[in-house]
């Protein structure tokens, strides 16, 4: 069993940040980051909540698909930047989105999010006869974490929604999900104030650099050897499933962080660039909203359209990676 996706929906602040303004904080350069990332300008957030991204977004998402809220039996929200520990974000958009027959809970796999929540959503679809929709919404308001005197990271991130309204169909549909958690002092941002050198019967504490709670730190080389090698094994394995090659793949839809890492992943597969949906250079890396927010505005341009062969592929903390080959 597939999955439809019925509609999208996105949402992005309005407040602009362009390479050059990062001068005030670290530096740096526009060449640079161009060149190095491909990345221009990114949203910034403010002090717009997290749950209200997500909010604009998926009300966008129901008003494009008529789908009344009633009828939306799940929400799953991804974000690494929640408003709360808990309640989970997707409890405060089902609320807010007046969806009062959905159950809602929170998924964290990072910018792999949204490949994550919609092979979830379709396997809640797959065993619930009584389910119709699933709300996917990511929404990501990375700037709150980011330390600006970080001129490694701070460039690289922004903020941002997305969400998809999705429902059981017997369309062409498969996923491969993967993680690799030795690599979590790679990427990451602390939650609680656990000190690291209380002694547990693990080594996992020992290694992680020192960061200030909640400021995301990046290995950023470690992360791109991860990404190169994470993006093509997960299409070739999600392809593998249903005897799909890259060839019979309209478009690719890949984690948005690094230009040079997409072109890598191309240049693995053997598919062109022009088969690759690129937003970074104006979004920058949204996270787990950076798949969806691409996809959204292929889909708004008229550039993705119905019974087109996708492949989404994401990486990210965790350090975590999935791929989705799947007809829209
Ligand atoms: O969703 C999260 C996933 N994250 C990622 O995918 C990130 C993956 N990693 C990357 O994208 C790249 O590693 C970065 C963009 C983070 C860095 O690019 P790089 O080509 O690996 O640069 P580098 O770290 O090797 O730095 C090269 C030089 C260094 O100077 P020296 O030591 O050669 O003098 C850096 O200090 O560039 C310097 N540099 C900068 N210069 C100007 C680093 N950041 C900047 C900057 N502006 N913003």
Same mark, same amino acid.
């Given at each position: 069993m597939g999955i439809n996706i019925l509609g999208m929906g996105s949402y992005v602040p309005e407040q602009k940040l362009t390479n050059d303004d990062f001068k005030r904080f670290v530096e740096t350069n526009d060449e640079w980051i161009r060149t190095r990332t491909g990345i221009v300008e990114r949203r910034m957030a403010g002090w717009e909540p997290t749950w209200y991204m997500g909010k604009q977004a998926s009300l966008q998402a129901i008003e494009r698909t008529g789908v009344d809220p009633d009828d939306i039996g799940l929400v799953i929200s991804c974000s690494i930047t929640p408003d709360f520990l808990t309640p989970s974000m997707a409890s405060v958009i089902q609320y807010e989105i007046g969806?009062?027959?959905?159950?809602?809970?929170? $998924?964290?796999?990072?910018?792999?999010?949204?490949?994550?929540?919609?092979?979830?959503?379709?396997?809640?679809?797959?065993?619930?006869?009584?389910?119709?929709?699933?709300l996917v919404v990511t929404n990501e308001a990375l700037s709150r974490f980011l330390d600006f005197k970080d001129r490694t990271t701070c460039i690289l991130f922004g903020d941002g929604a997305a969400a998809a309204i999705v429902e059981k169909s017997d369309k062409l549909f498969s996923s491969h999900l993967g993680s690799d958690g030795s690599g979590a002092r790679m990427l990451f941002a602390r939650s609680l104030n656990v000190a690291p050198e209380v002694a547990t019967e693990s080594d996992f504490d020992s290694g992680f650099p020192e960061k200030p709670l909640h400021q995301l730190y990046q290995n950023g080389k470690e992360v791109y050897k991860f990404a190169t090698h994470a993006l093509p094994k997960a299409f070739e394995i999600?392809?593998? !499933?249903?005897?799909?090659? !890259?060839?019979?793949?309209?478009?690719?839809?890949?984690?948005?962080?690094?230009?040079?890492? *997409?072109?890598?992943?191309?240049?693995? $597969?053997?598919?062109?660039?022009?088969?690759?949906?690129?937003?970074?250079d104006h979004f920058g890396n949204t996270s787990s909203a950076s798949i969806p927010l691409a996809m959204n505005?292929?889909?708004?341009?008229?550039? *993705?359209?119905?019974?087109?062969?996708?492949? $989404? *592929?994401?990486?990210?903390?965790g350090l975590t990676y999935g791929g989705i080959v799947m007809e829209y």
């Open positions: 969806a009062h027959n959905a159950a809602a809970f929170d $998924l964290n796999a990072a910018c792999s999010g949204f490949v994550y929540a919609l092979d979830t959503a379709r396997r809640f679809l797959e065993t619930d006869d009584s389910l119709k929709y699933v999600a392809a593998g !499933k249903v005897g799909i090659t !890259k060839d019979d793949i309209d478009y690719f839809i890949p984690h948005q962080a690094n230009l040079r890492i *997409i072109e890598s992943a191309a240049k693995k $597969l053997g598919v062109s660039m022009d088969k690759f949906i690129v937003a970074l505005e292929a889909v708004e341009n008229g550039v *993705i359209k119905k019974g087109m062969k996708l492949a $989404l *592929i994401g990486f990210g903390a």
